[in-house]
């Protein structure tokens, strides 16, 4: 079985510095075509899908860093009608934004990509974000509060892609009825942080249910992960902030241990290892790259690189042996952090998907047409539909 | 060289001004549908494309209207992907601004800005009912009274954020290792009636600076809102003697607010069919009136005036003799329809049956006929010479700054109207030939956007 990749853009790349490198194209990070090129680059490279970075804070008062970002959601749609087969997967922010817009929007993208819309659902906790909103108090709610928000969340965006049955829309001119209103569904929901009337605005978007995924690092993301999402990102030999998260095998256990103690029916989630890569010819350069990078964002007193994903400092031959690893592991495959976009993507795309199509783990030409496809999901039934 | 006109496009709306039976008529949702309608009107050189918004499905005796074509995309997220495969044209959605926040509507206008590279309007409507806000975190929460000062604090929240970062804040010079002049760009604190919130800002200043605003609105509270604060304004004042008494007043509140005349573009919604000749552009209005008033849909409009079950009225027979039913304002959520702004422009109930009746009794019509007479009336109807010399005259005389234009077919209405007409209005020199700017607010005449202050601090 071949594994899946996916590349997570987060404007310049992951590393601070990594808007001073050669070819970093910063001052075009505002522009749509610096979004266009980088997707494109990763469709290139026939990936399943990209990840698009997302939030609402500022996370620096740094002058040497990059500040500022667009909506992720839009990036996506800007770059949905001059992409193919590529995977658009915007984070959204659930803790601040409205379920029934983020069903909607999720949807709009894929019909504007004929099914390639999926979302990655995160979590807020940060003070500076509660304030933007002025409406909840950050330090008012406990952490699986907030995740049960997001469980329902998703819930509801789910409920609004199937409120509308796939043939709902009859066009009769013989009763005059556009569509047959026994085919369109309230969803009810109501919940401990909202309620929601539905019906959708939107009919079912093309996948039925767009990909929904998360990133997690400790057991209450997992949760969420096997209440909701159909893909969970997960950091093998990584640190989250509550410690060292395990290796790949104790993870994927930890998953799966969730998704019995939730009761997850359907497909088990696909579990995707996240890596940070400094790639080069060498691992020495690679070394060298990483440490020119540190030190560039040392001179002006900043951190360097700082990550939750392992960081892997190597060439793509490394990367694609630690995928290898991850694979004999249970993992589904990886989503990659690039330190350096400008460098490290085409890194990713022109040497290590050849090397993974060597080893006989990567597609050589796209086999679906939609991100479920790229999973080998199925359209799902609509659950409101009578049999 | 004569007054200019402006004009933009109305992807056609879900409600029965839309012929879904037309055999020409394709999908409300699907992509390729706005992209024929957006790439037609930039082809015909329009100021703008617009696309009104969904929140909930309409609702009448307790059921989703069915009548209608329904369903729609989000409006600001096609928008967005038409960027994608259009260059010039303006891009304007309807925002609520009941049922968003101000920091996400602000990011996301100021995101379409940044990525049409300078082409985004926001319409700015608001709303208070219940029956729309069961579908949102705060439900109801909003007291009708209080809906103009939230739209109001919502704009004057979004400008103040779109102001927050300089125009040369990013300087992203790497040999410097500079990214941005400032440490804290975008920062700001609000504090007013509808709004306590503060941070920065995550989005630096955007192509236009601020997008092109647009209201709606005929009230007094609506128009002195336009004149204050916005770019255009769209009306249902598509007569000329109507429009140019809509025109002088508007215009006339401009100056007390430290504006120009031109800084307020004046927009009616009109609709269209047109002909070879005259009689022929009758004939085909009449039959588009009765593919968008058909049996059911009369009956369906009846049953918002009358507010009570009529499926035993006969369409075909006279207007009803009895009176409407009265004990529901149309706000309340006992009115027998949800969801419909156009409800309240009957008025009152009474008097509009009344006159109904008395039309049917006259020119013996039946009570759909009455239907068609009183709503299905289209604003231009004609060869294109004579629908291109009315859309000058109304430009000319002050009616109006041009039109945003309603084809009733999804998604070619508007290709005749770009072959036919469009060429004959260029031909007067009143209309462009080529985009001469590259913004919507270069299209539209209107002055860049205020200067932009470092750190913004609003008190209510």
Avoid at chain 1, 12 to 24: D, K, M
Avoid at chain 1, 161 to 178: K, L, N, V, Y
Avoid at chain 2, 220 to 241: K, P, V
């Amino acid at each position: 079985m071949t594994l899946h990749l996916a590349v997570a853009l987060d404007g310049t790349g992951w590393h601070p510095a990594s808007w001073r490198e050669p070819g970093a194209r910063a001052d075009e990070l505002f522009t749509a075509g610096f979004w266009v090129d980088q997707v494109r680059e990763a469709e290139a490279g026939l990936l399943d899908l990209v990840t698009l970075e997302d939030s609402f804070a500022i996370d620096t008062d740094r002058v040497d860093h990059v500040q500022g970002r667009l909506d992720a959601q839009l990036v996506a749609l800007r770059v949905g009608p001059v992409t193919s087969r590529i995977g658009l997967v915007p984070t959204v922010i659930a803790t601040h934004t409205e379920p029934f817009h983020v069903s909607t929007e999720i949807a709009t993208l894929d019909y504007v990509t004929t099914g390639r819309a999926g979302v990655r659902v995160k979590v807020s906790s940060r003070a500076d974000e509660y304030a933007l909103f002025g409406r909840r108090e950050a330090d008012a709610e406990s952490r699986e509060s907030l995740f049960d928000e997001a469980a329902d969340h998703i819930e509801v965006q789910r409920r609004l892609w199937d409120s509308w049955e796939d043939d709902a829309e009859i066009r009769d001119a013989a009763t005059g009825r556009f569509v047959d209103r026994e085919k369109l569904h309230y969803i009810d929901f109501e919940g401990a942080h909202f309620s929601v009337r539905g019906p959708s605005i939107t009919p079912r978007p093309p996948q039925g249910q767009p990909l929904v995924t998360a990133l997690a690092h400790v057991d209450v993301a997992y949760r969420l992960a096997a209440r909701g999402a159909d893909l969970v990102f997960v950091t093998p030999g990584g640190v989250g902030r509550d410690g060292p998260t395990g290796d790949a095998e104790a993870i994927l256990a930890q998953v799966r241990a969730e998704e019995a103690a939730v009761g997850r029916a359907g497909d088990p989630l696909h579990v995707l290892g996240d890596l940070l890569v400094v790639l080069d010819d060498g691992a020495d350069a690679a070394r060298e790259r990483l440490r020119r990078l540190d030190e560039t964002d040392g001179a002006g007193g900043g951190p360097g690189l700082r990550s939750d994903a392992r960081i892997l400092t190597g060439t793509a031959t490394d990367v694609a042996d630690v995928l290898e690893s991850w694979h004999g592991a249970g993992l589904a495959g990886a989503r990659l952090r690039p330190a350096v976009t400008a460098h490290d993507l085409p890194r990713i795309t022109r040497e290590l998907v050849p090397e993974l199509q060597r080893r006989g783990l990567f597609r050589t030409a796209y086999e679906a047409d939609t991100l479920r496809g790229h999973f080998g999901l199925a359209r799902p039934a609509d659950r409101y539909a009578r049999v | 060289m004569p007054k200019q006109i402006h004009l933009a496009a109305h992807f056609p709306g879900v409600n029965n001004t839309t012929v879904w039976s037309d055999p020409a008529s394709g999908s409300h949702i699907e992509f390729a549908s706005f992209r024929h309608f957006a790439q037609t009107a930039e082809r015909a050189k329009f100021d703008f494309l617009f696309l009104a918004e969904g929140l909930r499905l309409r609702e009448q005796g307790g059921q989703i209207y069915d009548l209608d074509v329904m369903g729609r995309p989000d409006n600001v997220a096609i928008l967005q992907a038409l960027a994608a495969v259009t260059e010039r044209i303006g891009l304007a959605g309807t925002v609520n601004s009941t049922f968003n926040e101000p920091l996400d509507v602000a990011r996301k206008l100021a995101t379409l800005d940044h990525l049409s590279a300078g082409r985004a309007a926001w319409n700015v409507v608001t709303s208070w009912d219940e029956f729309t806000g069961e579908n949102f975190r705060r439900g109801g929460y909003l007291p009708k009274d209080k809906r103009y000062l939230r739209a109001q604090e919502m704009l004057a929240t979004a400008q103040a954020l779109w102001d927050s970062w300089d125009a040369d804040e990013v300087v992203a010079d790497a040999a410097a290792g500079r990214f941005v002049r400032h440490g804290d760009a975008g920062r700001f604190d609000i504090r007013s009636d509808q709004f306590a919130i503060s941070g920065r800002f995550p989005v630096p200043r955007s192509p236009q600076g601020r997008p092109v605003i647009i209201q709606a609105g005929d009230s007094e509270e609506g128009r002195e809102f336009a004149a204050s604060s916005a770019d255009a304004i769209f009306t249902r004042h598509a007569e000329l003697e109507a429009g140019q008494q809509f025109y002088a007043d508007v215009k006339a509140r401009l100056a007390k607010f430290g504006r120009r005349h031109e800084d307020l573009k004046i927009l009616p919604a009109a609709t269209f069919v047109l002909g070879d000749t005259e009689s022929e552009a009758a004939e085909n209005a009449r039959q588009v009136q009765y593919q968008q008033v058909g049996p059911a849909t009369a009956i369906a409009f009846a049953e918002q005036v009358w507010n009570r079950d009529l499926s035993d009225v006969d369409p075909d027979g006279p207007v009803p003799s009895f009176d409407p039913k009265t004990s529901d304002d149309v706000d309340s959520g006992a009115h027998i329809s949800k969801g419909r702004a156009s409800v309240r422009m009957f008025g009152d109930p009474v008097a509009v049956a009344n006159e109904w009746r008395e039309l049917g009794e006259r020119e013996g019509l039946s009570l759909r006929e009455v239907v068609i007479r009183k709503n299905g009336r289209h604003t231009f109807v004609g060869t294109p010479q004579r629908v291109a010399d009315t859309i000058d005259e109304f430009v000319q005389t002050d009616a109006s700054d041009g039109f945003v234009l309603v084809p009733h077919v999804t998604p070619g209405g508007l290709d005749v109207f770009a072959d036919q007409v469009v060429p004959l209005l260029q031909e007067k020199g009143s209309f462009r030939t080529e985009y001469e700017g590259t913004t919507l607010r270069e299209h539209l005449g209107l002055q860049p956007s205020p200067t932009t202050v470092a750190a913004v601090s609003v008190e209510a």
